[in-house]
């Protein structure tokens, strides 16, 4: 279920996400033409009814709308409105086609600047990150000789530090279902490599569940449903539960771990009203009742308490958590430069992504409309500022990315008019341009309607 606290945090860390990629978008435009000459007549951050504005001194408007979903920079043109003799130097269609290319193509160039900007803050602050380490095998990969246990650490060469680069690699590769070497690293520190049969994959496969087809499941830190400590007055104190005490229900519903507890309290709980739990207690089980606290966990957030924490873990489990669990920090210059890898490797993993969907090898599920993208914001903003970074990153990215297709009303679009303009030595007619953007319109509606779709069957499914 989604709460009030969640859905407005949503809301607030959508907004904010899309300020601050949409205002470096459209800043790349606005100061590249600037340094080419053009004369910026207003700079918009968001569609619609201005709520706010003011003119700078250089005789810009700058102005903050109601619609946020986007942003534009107007330029002097003379397609757009008479303009002066004097001024025509200034205007935008009186600029060589190349000057064009370069005012265009910076909006999403600055989207790209901004990925390793943000990749590199990231690296530096430090982000909490998972091995791919390996809980167990069957199927595929158990065929391959992997084993539980072992860390992925390359997939084909390619280095997979994380759960999310190792699952990126496996993607595209099993899309194309081509036989994959996979290198991992064993318990006492071993590497071999072992080939994955991604052609014994069925046609019924489903990139969302790459991992649970390969047969393999990532390694959890199982803590057992104990209670180490209680709070005082929590209440979980007030009901009557104490040290030692194994939960095994709650409201009914089994307790497999610790790891349970919290999403049942979130799930069945409500503030200060009965929350039925069953305890054992020396062998004997008990039926408690207590009542969850509502705290506050962020400006738009709160969760349900009980007020106790786990039974300490075991020496054999918290080396295995050492090992699968590291914070990855690294000084500005080895930053920078994983910054760079990171991007890179995002964007081939976007296009090859982006290529397998048009050509039906990927489905187009994978779009992602601004209902999963609040959620993904409000739950990387939770997670801390490495983890938004991160989504900002990405974000920006894919923005940058969707920018550059060839449909007109996106910059892609305008791109390829001029290089059509470079080809044939004149400009695109007006009459093939608006064709173009009649078109354009229908194909980002159709696309924007797609994902909107896709957000609507995750939130029901």
Do not use: C
Request: charged content about 20%.
């Amino acid at each position: 279920k989604l709460a009030m606290g969640d859905f407005l945090g949503s809301i607030w860390w959508l907004l904010v996400a899309l300020g601050v990629l949409v205002t470096f978008h459209e800043f790349g435009h606005f100061w590249v033409a600037r340094k080419l000459g053009v004369r910026v007549l207003r700079f918009s951050v968001g569609f619609g009814k201005a709520l706010w504005s003011r003119r700078g001194a250089d005789n810009t408007e700058y102005v903050v709308a109601a619609i946020p979903l986007g942003g534009y920079v107007k330029m002097l043109d003379e397609r757009e409105g008479d303009v002066a003799s004097s001024d025509l130097d200034q205007a935008f269609n009186r600029k060589p086609v190349w000057s064009r290319i370069a005012i265009v193509a910076a909006g999403p160039v600055f989207n790209l600047v901004f990925a390793v900007l943000a990749f590199w803050v990231m690296f530096m602050v430090g982000i909490p990150e998972a091995r791919p380490l390996v809980g167990s095998v069957s199927g595929i990969a158990a065929e391959a000789g992997i084993e539980p246990g072992d860390a992925i650490v390359a997939v084909d060469d390619s280095d997979t530090r994380t759960w999310s680069h190792t699952i990126l690699a496996l993607v595209t590769r099993a899309l194309d279902r081509e036989p994959t070497r996979v290198t991992v690293e064993s318990t006492d520190g071993e590497r071999s490599d072992h080939l994955l049969a991604l052609d014994k994959l069925g046609s019924d496969f489903s990139e969302e569940k790459t991992l649970e087809a390969l047969g393999i499941e990532p390694w959890r830190l199982k803590i057992p449903a104990v209670i180490g400590e209680v709070s005082d007055d929590s209440p979980a104190e007030k009901a009557g539960l104490y040290s030692g005490d194994r939960i095994v229900e709650i409201a009914g519903e089994e307790v497999v771990g610790w790891s349970s507890i919290g999403r049942l309290v979130q799930t069945h709980g409500v503030a200060d009203q009965s929350l039925p739990i069953k305890v054992n207690r020396d062998g004997v089980e008990l039926e408690l009742e207590v009542l969850p606290r509502k705290e506050r966990s962020g400006a738009f957030s709160s969760r349900l308490l009980l007020g106790i924490s786990n039974a300490e873990i075991p020496a054999a489990q918290r080396a295995e958590w050492e090992r699968a669990a590291i914070i990855l920090r690294l000084g500005p210059l080895e930053g920078f430069g994983a910054a760079i890898k990171e991007t890179w490797r995002l964007t081939g993993s976007t296009l090859g992504l982006l290529a397998r969907m048009l050509t039906g090898s990927a489905s187009v599920k994978n779009l992602s409309g601004p209902i999963s993208i609040a959620q993904f914001a409000n739950s990387s903003a939770s997670a801390g500022i490495s983890h938004f970074l991160f989504f900002l990153g990405a974000i920006s990215l894919s923005l940058g990315i969707l920018n550059l297709l060839p449909i007109p009303v996106l910059d892609g679009g305008h791109l390829l008019y001029y290089l059509i303009e470079l080809v044939k030595g004149s400009p695109v007619s007006e009459q093939a341009q608006i064709a173009g953007q009649y078109f354009g319109l229908i194909a980002l509606a159709g696309l924007m309607s797609l994902a909107f779709i896709n957000d609507i069957l995750r939130l029901v499914g």
